[in-house]
């Protein structure tokens, strides 16, 4: 299988952090965004590892040619230099680098989620070969699908009737389920003759919508819990929740990359790498200090806050 990682975005609601970081090389408890999706990469047959680039393009090269996760280099496919080609345009450009394989698995490198199904994706392969799919989204249950985001709109068949922006709805003939997409799909290598050539398109509005109804594009659900993090409000709102319900296994994959401890102090608990030395007394509320955090920036209270280089991230950062 092909494995192709979209990190090409411009990250904008993430100002003015993503002038200076691309978004996969924010760190979310201490860990690079672009590694979450290695989580589920473990146990699969990789034959092609792709990664595209283009906003502060060589942070992103670094990023993966530095990975400890894979046992598998990760090519670039570098955009820069051009307009941003989007899902498709990108994932276009990138497949001269792909191996023989005729599957390709894209995925979001800004997706942060969690399943107690650390094999979803061998059952969602399963799926995806066995019903000759040109595509299969994974997809979750949430109570936004069609109004905050949009939505995959699906039959009881799991087949996809059509797919839609936020706040918009099917003139519904049938029954039909919204499910929010989670940022991973699966796709035969027959959809790459319908991407044009270095125009900016987008893999579900300019493609996969017109073959509906033509050819296979079905979803694989997945029960999940997925976090928002493209936004001030959202990524700082779901490292809080994270950090009052860490698991064993999320903390073995923070300390893979970054050895770290939680603390509890006044007001929450703080998520501290081991490298870092801080009372107690310092920290109040939800915090998280990376490794590569500027230890004067130490030297002071810190509260609600991520701090990581020479940045203290909080509300009063993105005002």
Known sequence: MNVFFLAA?????????????PKPCVPFLNVPLGYYQFRFLQNLKITGCVANSHHLASQIERLYKNQGYLNHRILISNEAGSDLL??????KKASQLFGTDET???????EVFFTPDQNFLQSALQQHISRNNLATLIVMKHPEAGNKFGAIWCDENNTVKNIMVAKTKPDQKERLTPWHYIGVILLN???LPLIPENVETNIFYDILIKELGRDSVEVFKLDCTWFETGNPNDYLSATRTLLSSLDENTLDFINH?????????????????????ISEEKLRGYNVISKT????????LIENSVLFENE??????FT
């Open 312 to 317: 203290i991230l909080n509300s009063g950062y």
């Open 293 to 300: 955090t500027n230890r004067q920036n130490l030297n002071t």
């Open 257 to 277: 990359f970054d050895p770290s401890h939680l603390v509890q102090n006044a007001g929450g608990a703080s998520l501290i790498s081991d490298s870092v030395s």
């Open 104 to 110: 390709i698995l894209m995925m979001n490198a800004d």
């Open 86 to 91: 989007g899902s498709a345009g990108g994932l």
């Open 9 to 21: 975005g411009l990250g904008t609601r993430l100002r003015p952090l993503t002038d200076k970081f």
């Open 189 to 191: 290598k027959r959809v």
